[in-house]
């Protein structure tokens, strides 16, 4: 396997809230991205693909611009082309090539304003949302996202647990919804919210469709966090413990069989019919720097450990643990 051989290239999988610019008001940014991965051995076949996408955005300070208190809108689209190696040739539940997905088709990313309130030290966002940029979402080192410094779609972005298990939305589909996050000092936040829950928001076709037609109920996350930061002002770790609960009504977990098997296969004639109004589940994460710093352009080492928990009677993944290693730097001058 080469999945990870321009992991590094990738940078972030989701996009991370913008700071307040103080000289450019308005912020207009991109990119591409590629990954390559091969498969030698295992699977059902042999291969290799590349899969694609480009991202275009704009960020709006309207408090920079009329010298106010305003908050900033973000829009940003995105489309991806190519191939996928795990459909192709191994047949796993987690994507090797972390942009490879969401039905190949271009779409509305995000379409949203936030608004911070300094007094009370909160922050809230409204509109299209990603809620893999504000929950269970990967801490920041040296610049970058943590778990995107794998190419692994079962790491990068977020623990597979969530997405699978309940209405989560994860970049680049974006749902319909509204954050509020506290955070009294640098080291503790809190932050809940609402989004809505569409089973069809990632299918080809539906890039651009913001309509609530096909809401089946509403997820809302809870999120705790504390954060320790090292003298030279980096990360030093991070611990976050948070929930959810998602109001749809949803089929048992036998129902996923029907992912696994071909459509004539006798066993989906006996998969119990029964539906849950309900689910829900929770995780921890937690990450260290052991080594350096967690500054841009410095050399560290850090460790992360995962967990999320699913309702057995409704999750496809009723538990998921994935945990790592990162050396930034290992080879001085890079």
């Known amino acids: 396997m080469i999945a990870a051989l321009l992991a590094a290239a990738t940078l972030a999988a989701t996009p991370q809230p913008a700071a307040r610019p103080t000289a450019r008001p308005v ?151 509204a954050r509020i996050r506290f955070a009294p000092n640098a080291g503790f936040y809190a932050e809940t919210g609402a989004y809505a829950v569409d089973p069809r928001y990632a299918a080809r076709g539906q890039g651009f469709d913001l309509g609530l037609g096909g809401t089946t109920g509403i997820d809302v996350p809870l999120e705790i966090g504390t954060l320790r930061f090292a003298a030279d002002g980096g990360l030093r770790q991070s611990l976050r413990v948070g929930g959810y609960f998602d109001a749809s009504d949803v089929p048992g977990y036998p129902s996923y069989l029907a992912r696994f098997v071909a459509p004539g296969n006798p066993a989906l004639a006996v998969i119990s019919p029964q539906r849950y109004r309900g689910r829900a589940g929770g995780w921890v994460l937690y990450d260290r720097l052991i080594a350096g710093s967690a500054l841009p352009h410095r050399r560290g080492t850090v460790v992360w450990a995962n967990y999320e928990y699913g309702d057995p009677q409704t999750a496809l993944m009723s538990n998921f643990i994935d945990a790592g290693v990162v050396m930034h730097g290992t080879f001085r001058g890079r």
């Not at 991205?33 to 051995?41: C, D, L, Q």
């Not at 794998?150 to 699978?164: E, F, K, V, W």
């Not at 989560?168 to 589909?173: A, E, I, L, N, T």
């Open 27 to 177: 912020r207009i940014f991109g990119r591409y991205v590629g990954e390559f991965a091969a498969n030698t051995s295992g699977g059902f076949q042999r291969g290799s693909a590349y899969a694609s996408e480009v991202q275009l955005g704009v960020n709006v300070d309207f408090g920079a611009l009329a010298h106010t208190d305003a908050g900033t809108l973000q829009a940003i689209v995105t489309e991806r082309w190519g191939s996928g190696l795990s459909t192709n040739a191994i047949g796993n539940l987690g994507s090797v090539q972390e942009i490879y997905g969401d039905a190949l088709t271009p779409r509305l990313t995000e379409l949203a304003y936030a608004q911070s309130f300094a007094n009370a030290k909160a922050n809230v966002s409204v509109g299209r949302l990603v809620m893999q940029n504000d929950f269970a979402a990967s801490s920041t080192y040296w610049g970058a996202n943590l778990w995107c410094f794998y190419q692994n779609n079962a790491i990068c972005g977020t623990p597979l647990g969530a997405p699978n298990n309940s209405g989560y939305g994860y970049y680049p589909s974006s749902q319909w919804g």
